[in-house]
């Protein structure tokens, strides 16, 4: 039912613009690029936009058109919308703010658009959105130009956000991490599809492994939300990330997207409850999404931990026991055959510290002698050592072959960000500090028991 | 007393090599390079080291020593600081690790070191560290090479670490950042100069306006510590960072640093009732040394929020609650002034939205006509959207005239970290989620009032 929103065959631009930096010179430009549809353009001036004459409304378009997008003054928009349903297209983004949003006269014009499209098959996302986007084929509503916000690879991640702002600077952010997602959504005010429909949609997309969801209270009932979670979340990992959670930050909600915010309480119980998984920030959202999209679900709770520096082991430590993870301890057979092939001053503890005068090759003869005993590993490597050099990175690519999740810790400056990006580019997540990396193989684990039970 | 540590008129190096990548080497060569002082390498072999031919022992030198660094395998350490007592020698670093932390026998081998230098002047930082490191006189005994770790420029941040690893991870970061340290030491095993003795010295230390510390136990008795705290926390803000809290954690710590880590709820209560601050993590600990470095502490809780994305300033609203802190609204005067000079669809409660097609001349309108009615600021600029150009920058820095604390948060790929860079290098601190920058803010008022009382 969504499927033209997303895969599309023509899409008409009303609102189009040939002014640089305008919302629909972006959109339109996003659009002349790289989309294999066919494209028009509507704007009630002629001049030629991208070297096409706009058309002066959608009535004037004959060929039909399976999605329009809106960016146009909202009081003009629900004349657009009428223009839309008589011509019966199926799906239409209104990026346009200033409706519900900032007052009872913005409301009225929503309550106008949802009445003339009751009852028809048209539907909307939005308003007061960035969009849609879909890697895999070039739909792109996201009015920020790519110099400013980078677009995502195609992946397996599905995101979508009841804010614009806060979904572009994720999305910036995972195009700058190398990490791929399958469809994105900004929702808004969400007049008439809201984050129950997307659960439901992208729970059977077979492009999506992960969802990650910013809210700052549901639009659809409260029934129909927490049926959607738990239907959805045993098939899938579902991360939120919930704000406007305390009383200042519910005022802030309300003025935003026109959303009463619930109580905290309430949206944790019911993710918590119902097989959602919760982030406190979007860094953590981040962390979680990285680990569940690159990485295979842990089966039990025993982690093994390798590093290089005693202190990052300890750190590392600390969270695993917050985290409710087993360090066991290296079997003693183990023990037996390792000792002599890693430094004399090691610790054959768990984490395992190979000390600051380790080589890549450590961790190799560690992981493979032991992880059989484990169901995942966090290895932590610190190359502002000399003696871990880059060959640490097919060491830790080999990890995957033993089929447990493998996560890693790197951190500091231009070194480590270089080797983490290839280590991350290729299918292993890095994080930057082993709290990091524990709290999200703890997240994994909390999730592969939810849904086996 | 510790000036020698850190200003020393010579050095010597003993265990200085010619093989690059050893430990010898990458000292050897730090002081080859930029330090002013008389070097002198010590090694039993008499091959030439960076062009000098090497004393072979301690003794052998005739010019008086100010700080001896040693990096030899253990069993040799006590003859060598034996040695350096029979010279005068003020200062020694002993880097090499294998004592307590890794048993008995090493436990021996300190005893017999503390034995030597009982009753005489001769101080020592060690054994098991990276040691010091002065931007200011180029004496850096950090053994890992700077393609793979960056030192930190001159600042006014004084960091002192048991762990060597997490230390030098932090001082990576730190110069990635362009963050700037006063002094900084790695104390380990803590044979005789220990976290309060450093305390108490950087307390007294022009150069230094912030301490921050990772320990994983104390080194010092119990009293001692919380009388320097107690003292020195009056002066200038400390940050811990105090791992191996949990009972995983003090496992792995006892066969680091041969700490016996204590409870965690004993260490946070002894922080909090004597003026110090305490991070989660390391990542937490960088976040509030920036704020403390480069701002003015606020002299009351009310926080001024502005920003051109609603999300963004939910998630504020939501930290800020937490936080204690007070976001009351824009006075009616300060309305009426603005709200014709920016977007009609703004939010001008606290958070301020200018919304996505704000500018940046919008931001500077309602900080200075509001700015006197509150403690301090939080600008979050989202660079994603087009209508925000690099105006900001100047808007931003100008910001710092009010006197008062203003923290920025901005985050996504390449353009937003160029923008972020700048800014964060001219002195306003730049976080990459609204949770940290608030969090920041809180943390600098809670010191504020502890001060003060």
Redesign the interface.
Known sequence: MFNKFFNPKSVAIVGASNKP?K?GY?IAENFSKDYNGNVFFVNSKPNPIFGKIPYSSISKIKDSIDLVIISVPAKFVPQIVEECVNKKVPSIVIIT??FS??GLEGKKLEDKIKKTISGTNTRIIGPNVVGVYNPSTNVDTV???K????RPKKGNIAFI?????????II??L??EGIGISKFVSYGNAIDINESDLLEYLGNDKETKVIAV?M?GIKSSGKKFIETLNKVSKKKPIIFLK???????S???S???GSL?GSSKIYSTVFNQFGGIEA????ELIDFIKAFSLQPLPKGNNLLIIT???????????E???QNLN?KPLSKSTIMKIKNKIRP?A?L?N?V?L???SDASMYNIVFNNSISNYDGAIIIT??????LDESIIKIILDMKKSGKPVLCCA???????KISKIIEGKGIPVY?????AVSSFGTMVRYMKKKKY
């Open positions: 930096g919302v972006v703010a200033g949003e900032i009015f920020l130009p110099d400013r916000m980078n956000s009841q804010s614009g702002a806060v979904a572009s600077t910036d952010w195009a700058e910013y700052e704000s406007g959670k305390t009383k200042s930050g005022i802030a909600a003025s935003h997207t915010a406190l920030d979007w860094e290089n520096g005693g202190g990052f082991g300890v750190l590392a430590a600390d695993a026991e917050r360090l001053n610790s503890r984490p510290d000390t600051a005068d610190l190359f502002q050592v000399p003696t951190s500091g400056g231009k070194f480590t960000s930057p500090t082993p709290r990091r």
